[in-house]
């Protein structure tokens, strides 16, 4: 058996500006954030999501899909990192630090 090293399972966030003046722009951001959701990213905020995923070969076939759904004005990027450095984030809810962003469960290879 062998587990996932926190040093290769990866997080990419996607954070994202995109106009919504008009109805049509506001239909194209829509149906991008649905797509990020629908490949698994959950929300951190309005414009940014974050997925785990099993190491950079994820990212890359994963940036190959978010590219393909980008919409056609605004600005889009995609950071990665390595689960160890995402265990170290700090966050703040309401003016207080909230509790650090669980991490997945780590899968057992055999």
Not at 14 to 29: G, H, Q
Not at 49 to 75: F, H, M, N, Q
Request: with cysteine.
């Amino acid at each position: 058996m062998s587990h996932l090293s926190g040093y290769r399972i990866m997080w990419m966030m996607v954070l994202f500006d995109l106009p919504v003046l008009e109805s049509e722009e506001r239909k194209a951001a829509t149906y991008f954030r649905n797509f990020l959701k629908d490949q698994g990213f959950e929300m951190a905020q309005f414009s940014v999501y974050v997925r785990w995923t099993s190491g950079k070969d994820a990212i890359e076939t994963l940036t190959k899909k978010v590219e393909l759904c980008l919409p056609p004005g605004g600005k889009v990027d995609i950071l990665q990192f390595t689960d160890k450095q995402y265990e170290n984030i700090i966050s703040f809810r309401g003016g207080s630090r909230g509790k650090s962003p669980k991490n997945p469960e780590q899968y057992v290879l055999f």
